[in-house]
C-alpha cells in the first residue's frame, strides 16, 4: 500500500502564498495519475491540480494562473504552490496518486485557511 503524508498547510490571509508538499512511500513514476484535491467546508472533494501520465499537468478553472504542481520524482515528492490566495480557497487539501489498478491512495490530508 501506498503511504502518503502531507505537509505545509496552515493559516494565511487573503492575498498570501502557501507550499504543501506531499511525500510519497514508492516512486512516483508508478502512477498514472497524481495529483492534488480539497475538500471546502460542507462539500465534497474536488480537483485541484494533477499529473497525467507522469507529465502533462491538470488545473481545475479556480486554480488556473495562481497554483503551480511540480514534482521531484528523485525524492519522490509533490508539491502544490498556491498563490493570490482567498477565502475560497479554504479547504482540507489531499494529495492522491492512482495505481495501474484503478485504486486511488490519499494522504491525511492538510488543512487550508484563508482569511478575509
Known amino acids: 500500500q501506498v503511504h502518503l503524508v502531507e505537509s505545509g498547510g496552515g493559516l494565511v490571509q487573503t492575498g498570501e502564498s502557501l507550499s504543501l508538499s506531499c511525500t510519497v512511500s514508492q516512486s512516483l513514476v508508478n502512477f498514472p495519475a497524481m495529483g492534488w484535491y480539497r475538500q471546502p467546508p460542507g462539500k465534497q472533494r474536488e480537483l485541484v491540480a494533477q499529473?497525467?501520465?507522469?507529465?502533462?499537468?491538470e488545473y481545475a478553472d479556480a486554480a488556473k494562473g495562481r497554483f503551480t504542481i511540480s514534482r521531484d520524482n528523485a525524492k519522490n515528492v509533490m508539491n502544490l504552490t498556491m498563490n493570490s490566495l482567498t477565502p475560497e480557497d479554504t479547504a482540507i487539501y489531499y494529495c492522491?496518486?492512482?495505481?495501474?489498478?484503478?485504486?486511488?491512495?490519499w494522504g491525511q490530508g492538510t488543512q487550508v485557511t484563508v482569511s478575509s
Open positions: 492522491g496518486c492512482l495505481n495501474h489498478e484503478g485504486h486511488w491512495d
Open positions: 499529473f497525467l501520465n507522469v507529465d502533462r499537468m
